[in-house]
């Protein structure tokens, strides 16, 4: 097996992830993910799809992410990575897809309307 190329987005987030075999090294933006990602949460968020499907340690993972911020980015990148372990092996979608790893989130931010103050809020009405 070579390396798997896989896309995910969400809001304005997009990541490019790249699954070889290694040793479970994550490294985003050229940088280790522990260092890009400062909570534990969002780590755990990354490593999800490896404890589901039980191959922890057995992947390296490179990820090109850019737009949105570090929640949009994180699950960005898990979608992506649960994408490729989808490709690297089929059996694995049985534990992702009910833990909803490979469903897009497809919520996006609502625009603003002409003659309003913001998406939905209106300007202040005053009777005077």
């Known amino acids: 097996m070579s390396i798997v190329h896989k896309i995910g987005r ?8 790249y699954v070889r075999p290694g040793s479970g090294v994550i490294t985003v ?3 280790d993910a522990t260092t890009y990602f400062s909570t534990d949460v969002m780590v755990y968020k990354l490593n999800q799809p490896f404890i589901l499907s039980e191959t922890v340690g057995q992947y390296d993972v490179t990820v090109n992410v850019f737009g949105g911020g570090n929640t949009g980015q994180a699950e960005v990148i898990r979608l992506g990575i649960s994408r490729a372990l989808c490709e690297i092996n089929a059996e694995f979608r049985l534990a992702l897809k009910p833990a909803g790893l490979l469903t897009r989130d ?3 931010v609502e625009r603003k309307k002409p003659g309003q103050k913001k998406a939905r809020k209106r300007f202040q009405f005053s009777k005077r």
Do not use: E, I, L, P
């Open 10 to 17: 969400r809001k304005t987030s997009v990541a490019r992830v």
């Open 29 to 31: 933006n050229g940088k």
């Open 106 to 108: 497809a919520r996006m």
